[in-house]
């Protein structure tokens, strides 16, 4: 018994170890990263990146064929708890990068949407960011595309996503 007891003791942790779930961001960006793909769009990646009180949205179209003499461009800016870049190289056609701090996102929906090509229906969620500088105001909309037809799922990420917002001092 006593063996049987000192056994489990120990093995306890590694056993806890192996199935203690991602952290919930992970698990969200793991999930939307899922329904972004488009299966009708193969050398085109999207992404999002959930870090801290920070999200990121990356757009990249791959070359078919890596091209060793093309041109690498790289451009990038930060301000204001915002961040966009585009790139360019011998691999990647074209990249583009735009983050935000939750703090100044001021609404998070979604919206039916039809591919052009096939008419197939899909959601789409935006995050819309406003910020305020001597200079006025500006906004920006990250579009984060959800090939599914189920609205309960685009209400779903929406839901997660505010709660996430909450949670990093968002605006009500």
Not at 85 to 103: C, I, K, N, Y
């Amino acid at each position: 018994m006593k063996l049987l007891f000192l056994t489990a003791l120990l093995s306890g942790p590694a056993a806890l170890a192996q199935t203690t779930p991602p952290p919930p961001t992970a698990a969200l960006a793991h999930r939307i990263n899922q329904l972004m793909r488009d299966p009708a769009e193969p050398d085109t990646e999207l992404k999002v990146v959930l870090t801290d009180c920070h999200i990121t949205q990356v757009v990249r179209q791959y070359r078919p064929n890596p091209t060793p003499d093309a041109t690498t461009v790289q451009v990038s800016h930060q301000k204001n708890g915002g961040n966009w870049s585009v790139r360019s190289d011998e691999t990647v056609t074209f990249e583009l990068t735009l983050g935000s701090e939750w703090s100044q996102v001021t609404a998070l929906t979604y919206a039916l949407q039809h591919a052009e090509k096939t008419g197939r229906p899909y959601y789409t969620v935006q995050v819309n960011r406003r910020t305020k500088s001597e200079n006025g105001s500006s906004s920006t909309t990250l579009e984060l595309p959800l090939y599914t037809p189920d609205e309960a799922v685009a209400r779903d990420v929406v839901r997660q996503l505010e709660q996430l917002r909450q949670g990093c001092g968002g605006r009500l």
